[in-house]
């Protein structure tokens, strides 16, 4: 059976706050049978953990300071992440890494809050979910320094470069592809990357609410206003990989779902 498995979801954005439970259930029925809810401060960590907690086998979650919440890092900060970390539904530290294009936390912060997590991940040996945005050169060689020891590690919402993306394969991590690959009009050079990172390096996420693919077809939108994306659209994203690496879906869906599972023990 052809299931799939959405590695990044903000399930905590309040556009979800009415309906979880519907939404996923839409995505189980989509045969998206396993979802990762992506912490991105201490505070929705523990609420991404908490929900994760309520859908045993299908939900998990990321625990981790995404860079824009790099200015809420203090001294209790690790020792809370840890914590969360000890839950068996608490997969994967992150999210974390630079953000230079926003700008929403100093860059000094960010590098002190993603070594932090760096040093983490190390200590607890579980596989870190990266977060890098016009940042690369800067992540790279932070990140170079823990490399013999850190666990498996993904950058997740790949929209870099083909040679930033051929960087990031030869020092062994995963990329993370989102609806940003249907998007011909922004991230046109995307199709290039997917073409060139071999389907067991690659894994898919929806980002919902955020990303919604282009090619999802209008009546199924639930929030038609909002055009809130949903894991339920998980298919074609890897519809739209399938494309234009030119194998079939079945393929994409088996490999991104095998990867998931090894990736993140679930
Ligand atoms: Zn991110």
Avoid: W
Wanted: aromatic share 10%.
């Amino acid at each position: 059976m052809k299931t799939y498995i959405d590695i990044g979801i903000n399930l905590t954005n309040k556009q979800f706050q009415n309906d979880i439970d519907d939404v996923v259930q839409n995505a189980l029925d989509a045969d998206v049978s396993q979802m990762i809810l992506t912490g991105t401060s201490v505070r929705n960590s523990e609420e991404s953990s908490r929900i994760a907690k309520e859908y045993p086998g299908i939900l998990y979650a990321t625990a981790g300071i995404h860079p824009h919440d790099a200015k809420s890092f203090d001294a209790q900060s690790i020792s809370k992440l840890r914590n969360l970390l000890k839950q068996k539904q608490v997969v994967s530290v992150g999210e974390c890494g630079l953000d230079f294009d926003r700008d929403f936390s100093p860059r000094n912060i960010q590098e002190t809050c993603y070594k932090a997590q760096l040093e983490l991940a190390i200590e607890v040996q579980k596989p870190l979910f990266l977060h890098e945005r016009a940042a690369f050169t800067k992540f790279m060689s932070i990140t170079k320094d823990y490399l013999p020891q850190l666990p498996k590690a993904v950058v997740h919402c790949f929209t870099g470069t083909l040679p930033e993306a051929k960087t990031y394969l030869d020092n062994g991590f995963y990329l993370g592809f989102t609806g940003a690959i249907s998007d011909s009009k922004r991230f046109d050079h995307l199709k290039e990357v997917i073409q060139y990172v071999p389907v067991d390096r690659m894994m898919i996420e929806t980002d919902a609410p955020f990303m919604l693919p282009k090619n999802t077809p209008n009546n199924l939108l639930m929030k038609y206003h909002e055009r809130r994306c949903e894991p339920a659209f998980l298919p074609f994203v890897a519809a739209t990989v399938a494309q234009f690496k030119g194998v079939s879906g079945i393929v994409v869906a088996e490999e991104t779902t095998r990867n998931a599972k090894i990736f993140f023990r679930i």
